[in-house]
């Protein structure tokens, strides 16, 4: 219910301008992760928008060792952050940045949950960043930022 919500929203005229250089690649969310490579920077991150899950993978030979994601925080307000590793043998890492560079924290994957990696923090409007990478292998990933005004 909410994930056809959410693909309605993307079809204003606006978000299709947008996205249409993506629309095949989204089209295949479900079965086939992205693979963005292009997203090695902080300076060249891709959108991660609120409240939306989105999946990636992060490769260590393959030329995509590290991505950045950004999302927009509008108004002060609750922000919880959230990110599964497909392969936690490839040992990912994942911080939430602030728009200064600073790193508010590392998720660090707790013992209780073998797979699911989580932060909650006070947000202020502005852009944060989710930076991912592994030191080994290759994982597939999902990420979402959630937000509470
Ligand atoms: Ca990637």
């Not at 393959?62 to 497909?86: A, C, H, M, Q």
């Not at 209780?112 to 990933?141: A, K």
């Amino acid at each position: 219910m909410l994930r056809s919500a959410r693909r309605s929203a993307l079809a204003s005229p606006l978000a299709l301008l947008l996205a249409a250089p993506l629309t095949f690649a989204a089209c295949q969310l479900e079965d086939d992760p992205e693979r963005n490579s292009e997203d090695s920077e902080r300076t060249t991150a891709i959108e991660m928008p609120m409240d939306r899950v989105i999946i990636d993978n992060v490769d260590f030979y393959n030329g995509d060792r590290t991505d950045w994601k950004y999302f927009i925080v509008p108004s002060e307000g609750l922000v919880k952050v959230v990110v599964n590793f497909d392969n936690e043998n490839a040992s990912p890492e994942v911080e939430v940045v602030n728009s200064v560079g600073q790193v508010l924290s590392n998720l660090e994957l707790p013992e209780s949950n073998q797979f699911l990696r989580q932060l909650s923090f006070n947000g202020q409007p502005g852009t944060y960043y989710l930076h991912v990478w592994v030191e080994e292998g290759e994982t597939d990933y999902s990420a979402e930022a959630q937000f509470q005004p």
